[in-house]
T-cell receptor
Framework: DAGITQSPRHKVTETGTPVTLRCHQT?????MYWYRQDPGHGLRLIHY???????DKGEVSDGYSVSRSKTEDFLLTLESATSSQTSVYFC?????????????FGPGTRLTVT | KNQVEQSPQSLIILEGKNCTLQ??????????LRWYKQDTGRGPVSLTI?????NTKSNGRYTATLDADTKQSSLHITASQLSDSASYIC???????????FGKGTTLSVSS
């Protein structure tokens, strides 16, 4: 998985509780992304980062926030988890966004909100 | 609206047989098209990336084709193996940037 780890790998939480997912990379890539994958949908971008402390919203950002204080770590926070946020979350990294940049994906975190 | 449609949704084939997966897209402007393989419980892994000017690209037993005029792509798998059982995802980049549009994937099951 291209030097990308995600933690936790599985989590069950209750509605209304805050949840933080962590993505850690050892590739020193500039760009990091958070996606969610749900049945009947393609992967959808939540937020991405183009550098330390530089982030932007994706297609489905409502209810999520992110932070990147170090190149290697990108955190995704669900401020008050809802059942609709039950999903598999993937982190991805890329070195660039120009030309043929490759996005490498982490192993995923399965989150269940009860 | 930018969309990527894949067919069939699922497919079952016998080990050793060939198969072809289809992808149609309505993405503009078009930068490149990618095919990813996603094993169960894992993240997607890139198989091929093709630009507007490329119409065929191979990666071992995987061959992708692209017809930019009709906005169609296919992924052909030759001499399938049990390890080919996975979801295959077509992804189109609308620009050299963060805008990737993912298809829902085709689930391939290879049986012995």
């Amino acid at each position: 998985d291209a030097g990308i780890t995600q933690s936790p790998r599985h989590k069950v939480t209750e509605t209304g509780t805050p949840v933080t997912l962590r993505c850690h990379q050892t590739e020193n890539h500039r760009y990091m992304y958070w996606y969610r994958q749900d049945p009947g949908h393609g992967l959808r971008l939540i937020h991405y980062s183009y550098g330390v402390k530089d982030t932007d919203k994706g297609e489905v950002s409502d209810g999520y926030s992110v932070s990147r204080s170090k190149t290697e770590d990108f955190l995704l926070t669900l401020e008050s988890a809802t059942s609709s946020q039950t999903s598999v979350y993937f982190c991805a990294i890329s070195e660039s966004t120009s030309g043929f940049y490759e996005q490498y994906f982490g192993p995923g975190t399965r989150l269940t909100v009860t | 609206k930018n969309q990527v449609e894949q067919s069939p949704q699922s497919l079952i084939i016998l080990e050793g047989k060939n198969c072809t997966l289809q992808c149609n897209y309505t993405v503009s402007p078009f930068s490149n098209l990618r095919w990813y393989k996603q094993d169960t419980g894992r993240g997607p892994v890139s198989l091929t990336i093709m630009t507007f000017s490329e119409n065929t690209k191979s990666n071992g037993r995987y061959t992708a084709t692209l017809d930019a005029d009709t906005k169609q792509s296919s992924l052909h798998i030759t001499a399938s193996q049990l390890s080919d059982s996975a979801s295959y995802i077509c992804v189109v980049s609308s620009q050299a940037g963060t805008a990737l549009i993912f298809g829902k994937g085709t689930t391939l099951s290879v049986s012995s």
